[in-house]
């Protein structure tokens, strides 16, 4: 019951633009990238974030094909920050 009084009071989509950009610049890239799927507001926050230089120091994300001669020109990206692929 109270976590739901709590989903009522608070609005997570009102967040303001500088505090979104400063929780995703808590988070790996990989996962910024799927917080730009939660609303609007998120992914204008994700876009304002990359759009900043605060991710530059970040190391680059590798993309590796999936299969030589892929008609679909499938990757596999790999984030060296998290040691993860997608």
């Given at each position: 019951?109270?976590?739901?009084?709590?989903?009522?009071?608070?609005?997570?989509?009102?967040?303001?633009?500088?505090?979104?950009?400063?929780?995703?610049?808590?988070?790996?890239?990989?996962?910024c990238w799927v917080c730009?799927?939660?609303?609007?507001?998120?992914?204008?926050?994700?876009?304002?974030?990359?759009?900043?230089?605060?991710?530059?120091?970040?190391?680059?994300?590798?993309?590796?094909?999936?299969?030589?001669?892929?008609?679909?020109?499938?990757?596999?990206?790999?984030?060296?920050?998290?040691?993860?692929?997608?």
């Amino acid at each position: 019951m109270a976590s739901q009084d709590l989903k009522n009071k608070f609005n997570w989509s009102e967040l303001s633009l500088d505090l979104l950009c400063i929780v995703f610049s808590n988070l790996p890239l990989r996962t910024c990238w799927v917080c730009k799927t939660v609303c609007k507001s998120w992914r204008s926050g994700v876009d304002e974030y990359l759009s900043s230089t605060a991710h530059l120091n970040r190391p680059p994300l590798l993309m590796v094909p999936l299969r030589e001669n892929d008609p679909d020109n499938s990757v596999r990206v790999f984030c060296p920050e998290d040691r993860t692929h997608a």
